[in-house]
């Protein structure tokens, strides 16, 4: 008799198109919990005793390790969606040309028109300009985990710095912070769990789970964190 792919963390049962089996990686529809499933073969699969490999270094990651730092590069440009909305901000910035022509000749009635929808062309421009030359910086040490997001400031996406006494564990969110053609923008994020009970997204906007999920990884591997499921 076949046995299916149940999530550790609810027991859920895991459908076939929540599976990735080139990252051996799967999502639960449940909980959105994010796990690999390499280890769980021997209980699914009892004939393929296969042992977990690490996940190999994402492409356009920058990594460098040394005995008492460990420091990770994360391009957004690399890891985020950006040609939906690089090509929306360029259309909407377009289409308020002639208005703002008009407004500066004058127009007063144009210029409270186009106020608003100046100040989302503002927005959505520099946030463009974040998917593309913006970094997270990851730095792990002795005294903890320090996230910066650099160098164009964005809302809702925080720098943090959080104690190594303070980690409980970190583990691999999936959500939906939009909709294209409503269809929803699958995204995955790093999130870490404190021993005081906060629960902090710290590295979010992967369109795949394999860059979270390395660095979960790596990080949980040089603070000696025991990978659990949350």
Not at 1 to 29: F, G, H, K, W, Y
Not at 216 to 223: A, C, D, S
């Amino acid at each position: 008799m076949s046995r299916q792919l149940t999530c550790p963390n609810c027991s859920t049962t895991i459908p076939p198109d929540r599976i990735n089996v080139q990252e051996m990686a799967a999502v639960c529809p449940a909980c959105a919990h994010v796990f690999r499933f390499a280890s769980l073969l021997s209980e699914v699969l009892p004939q393929v005793p296969k042992p977990e490999a690490p996940l190999a270094l994402p492409s356009g990651f920058g990594v460098r390790k040394e005995l008492s730092t460990l420091q990770l590069v994360i391009p957004w440009r690399v890891v985020r969606n950006k040609w939906f909305m690089t090509i929306f901000a360029v259309l909407w910035d377009f289409f308020l040309i002639p208005f703002i022509k008009a407004a500066v000749s004058g127009n007063t009635q144009v210029a409270l028109f186009i106020s608003l929808h100046l100040a989302v062309a503002v927005g959505m421009t520099l946030y463009v300009l974040a998917l593309w030359i913006n970094s997270t910086k990851i730095r792990v040490d002795t005294t903890g985990i320090n996230v910066r997001h650099t160098p164009v400031p964005v809302p809702f996406t925080p720098n943090h710095f959080i104690p190594v006494q303070d980690i409980a564990q970190f583990y691999v969110e999936e959500y939906v912070p939009s909709r294209t053609n409503r269809r929803p923008d699958i995204t995955f994020a790093l999130r870490v769990k404190t021993k005081n009970g906060k629960d902090l997204r710290l590295v979010p906007g992967f369109t795949n789970a394999s860059g979270a999920l390395y660095l979960e990884q790596e990080i949980e591997k040089f603070l000696k964190i025991e990978d659990e499921p949350v």
